[in-house]
């Protein structure tokens, strides 16, 4: 199985910082990457599609990236609405695999 | 527009088997793959397994043994059958369309005695 090696767990960060959440594939995946945001209670939600793709409705201050084997997104200046768990997603290979998820929050 | 409704017992016994419906809305089930999807309380999300558009399935190895996926086309309905339930699958269960563009609400599942 393709392993998805995520990190950090967990980002404090503040309001209007610019931060990165990366995920390693352990196998080439290409760009077959998803990120998803969680809120508390809430579905998960897609963000980012093809490795750098905006998903329908997401702000412009989300971006995603890859270099080699290291797929990124980043966010630009953070807002409050941002605070929520972030995974990434290999659908390459089954079985598909998500990444441990980084808790965004507050600091 | 695309809509996903999980339903199912919110409690199962140990030992016995879960069965969860996903009734789907505003596409077709000839169309799209549908996925299962699950998280256990406070962890993460974990892939469990896929009834594709034209009704091939393919399980996650960890719970293939154990796992059933199936469909009834002129019910928009995709089923997740999975036995032998122990505390550890105690989780919310989503399903999902397409590659994972439109999610349920998920449904939560305890296992317990």
């Known amino acids: 199985d393709i392993q998805m090696t995520q990190s950090p767990s967990s980002l404090p960060a503040s309001l209007g910082d610019r931060v990165t959440i990366t995920c390693r594939a352990s196998q080439d995946i290409g760009n077959y990457l998803r990120w998803f945001q969680q809120k508390p209670g809430k579905s998960p939600r897609l963000m980012i599609y093809g490795a750098t793709n905006l998903a329908n409705g997401v702000p412009s201050r989300f971006s995603g990236s890859r270099s080699g084997s290291d797929y990124s997104l980043t966010i630009n200046s953070l807002e409050s609405e941002d605070m929520a768990i972030y995974y990434c997603l290999q659908h390459n290979e089954y079985p598909h695999t998500f990444g441990a998820g980084t808790k965004l929050e507050l600091k | 527009q695309v809509q996903l409704k999980e339903s199912g017992p919110g409690l199962v016994q140990p030992s016995q088997t879960l069965s969860l419906t996903c009734t789907v809305s505003?596409?077709?089930?000839?169309?799209?793959?549908v996925h299962w999807v699950r998280q256990p309380p406070g962890k993460g999300l974990e892939w469990m397994g896929r009834?594709?558009?034209?009704?091939?399935?393919y399980y996650n190895s960890a719970l293939k043994s154990r796992l059933s996926i199936s469909r009834d086309t002129s019910k928009s309905q995709v089923f997740l059958k999975m036995n032998s339930l122990q505390t550890e699958d105690t989780a919310i269960y989503y399903c999902t369309v397409a590659t994972f563009d439109y999610w349920g609400q998920g449904v939560m599942v305890t296992v317990s005695s």
């Open positions: 009834m594709k558009y034209d009704g091939d399935t």
């Open positions: 505003g596409f077709s089930l000839m169309d799209y793959s």
